[in-house]
Every structure is written in C-alpha cells, then in structure tokens.
Nanobody, 126 residues
Framework: VQLQASGGGLVQSGGSLRLSCVVS????????IGWFRQAPGKEREGVSY????????FYANSVKGRFTISGDNAKNTVYLQMNSLKPEDTAVYYC????????????????????WGEGTLVTVSS
C-alpha cells in the first residue's frame, strides 16, 4: 500500500493550488482518504476526509468554504483543491488512508488512519 502526495509549492496569499494523492496497492473505492497538514512547530491536524461510502466529506473549520476534496476512482487519485489560500495554510500536507468509515468525531485523529504517504510542502506568502 502506497500513497504519494504531490502538487505543493509556493503561492501568494489568495492564490490556489491543487494537491493530488495517488494510491497504489489497493483499490481506492474500498478506502477512505484523509488530508492532514503539519505546520512548523505545530502538531499534525486533519484538513479534510472523503469516505469510501460516497457520503459527504468532512472539513476542518479552518478550511471550510475554501478547500474541496474529491476522488477519481479510475485514476486511483484523491485531490484537494485549495482556494483563497492564507499564510496560515503553510504546512507540509499528507494524505492517509483507512479501510474504516470514520465518523465526524474520528476522522481528524491521526491514529485512526492506517497508511500514510510522504508529504508535500505548501508555502503561502503574504
């Protein structure tokens, strides 16, 4: 099982980026995928989560209305579209997977994810 995140980079405040998480070794539709991020000096936090059931995704309050998570089963890829970026969005972003269907109180906890990919750095300048 492997996950590979990409798409990070340097962007100005107010700009947009789209992150991709390509998964291999398992079929995407059987897994739920989460995006997490870790800013310098801070703990890793949940950003968004898409469930394999097709139910509505979850978002952290700090990104609601700005970020959109989506999946393409044919490409085994999950995307995180990030708009209206702010300097406080600067972090290393990770994607993670689990076969479990997590509920609202569970998805943002690292320990509930089973597989992790390498991160991709997003830097938002002011």
């Amino acid at each position: 099982v492997q996950l590979q995140a990409s798409g990070g980079g340097l962007v100005q405040s107010g700009g947009s980026l789209r992150l991709s998480c390509v998964v291999s070794g398992f079929t995407l539709y059987r897994y739920s995928i989460g995006w997490f991020r870790q800013a310098p000096g801070k703990e890793r936090e949940g950003v968004s989560y898409i469930r394999n059931s097709g139910a509505s995704p979850f978002y952290a309050n700090s990104v609601k209305g700005r970020f959109t998570i989506s999946g393409d089963n044919a490409k085994n890829t999950v995307y995180l579209q990030m708009n209206s970026l702010k300097p406080e969005d600067t972090a290393v972003y990770y994607c993670a997977a689990t076969p479990k269907r997590l509920i609202a109180s569970e998805w943002a906890r690292e320990r509930n994810m089973d597989y992790w990919g390498e991160g991709t750095l997003v830097t938002v300048s002011s």
